[in-house]
């Protein structure tokens, strides 16, 4: 099993350049996540999904959109990319059996390193 | 406002002995809390959980200890062993979404082994 593949893994932009990050899970996981890591800020929680075709925003979405056309595809864009976007992007994925059945442990991809000059 | 906060940037502790990290947080409606262990250029793994209406977790070298009325938790682990130098996060979810609308996270301690 993979588990979570992001690609590509490392990216330079130019400011106000666009891409698109691509997250693929083999596990059938229900739910997906965007987080984007920072020195001293830990992990911030970006945009999610609960399935295919619905997103919802996070801690820190501005500048950045998503789509899950796909159950196990989960896409992050940034339309027009500012320095501040620079970052590791990291995207994961779960399955929660039910509202009290447990943690929602998430799995994690490798990360994705991006640079905007 | 950082609702989950791990205090200490970098932890030092020899190989054999216990290591302890420890996390506040100040959301009372978290209802699970999570460690990870991060290595450099890899995604965080996850350790070991546990549910608020604990206050201890075991799994082998790790436990976690919750402590409700303080909003604290801890992680142990014993004996600490070179692998074990990594990057920790603290997590936490809340039971109004079933825990689906994410984790949120602390900002990590980095563990140190010395031989």
């Known amino acids: 099993n993979a588990g979570v593949t992001q690609t590509p893994k490392f990216r330079v932009l130019k400011t106000g350049q666009s891409m698109t990050l691509l997250c693929a899970q083999d596990?059938?996981?229900?739910?997906m996540y965007w987080y984007r890591q920072d020195p001293g800020m830990g992990l911030r929680l970006i945009h999610y999904?609960?399935?295919?075709?619905?997103?919802a925003k996070g801690e820190v979405p501005d500048g950045y959109n998503v789509s899950r056309l796909k159950k196990q595809n989960f896409l992050l864009g940034l339309e027009s990319a500012a320095p501040s976007q620079t970052s590791v992007y990291f995207c994961?994925?779960?399955?929660?059996?039910?509202?009290?059945?447990?943690?929602?442990?998430?799995?994690f991809g490798a990360g994705s390193r991006l640079t905007v000059l | 406002d950082q609702q989950v906060k791990q205090n200490s940037p970098s932890l030092s502790v020899q190989e054999g002995r216990i290591s302890i990290l420890n996390c506040d947080y100040t959301n009372s409606m978290f209802d699970y809390f999570l460690w990870y262990k991060k290595y450099p250029a890899e995604g965080p793994t996850f350790l070991i959980s546990?549910?608020?209406?604990?206050d201890k977790n075991e799994d082998g070298r790790f436990t976690v200890f919750l402590n409700k009325s303080a909003k604290h938790l801890s992680l142990h682990i014993v004996p600490s062993q070179p692998g074990d130098s990594a990057v920790y996060f603290c997590a936490a979810s809340e039971g109004s979404g079933g825990g689906a609308d994410g984790l949120t996270f602390g900002k990590g301690t980095h563990l140190i082994i010395q031989p």
């Open positions: 546990i549910s608020s209406i604990k």
């Open positions: 994961a994925s779960s399955y929660i059996q039910g509202r009290f059945s447990g943690a929602n442990v998430l799995t």
């Open positions: 596990m059938n996981h229900e739910y």
């Open positions: 999904s609960v399935g295919e075709g619905t997103t």
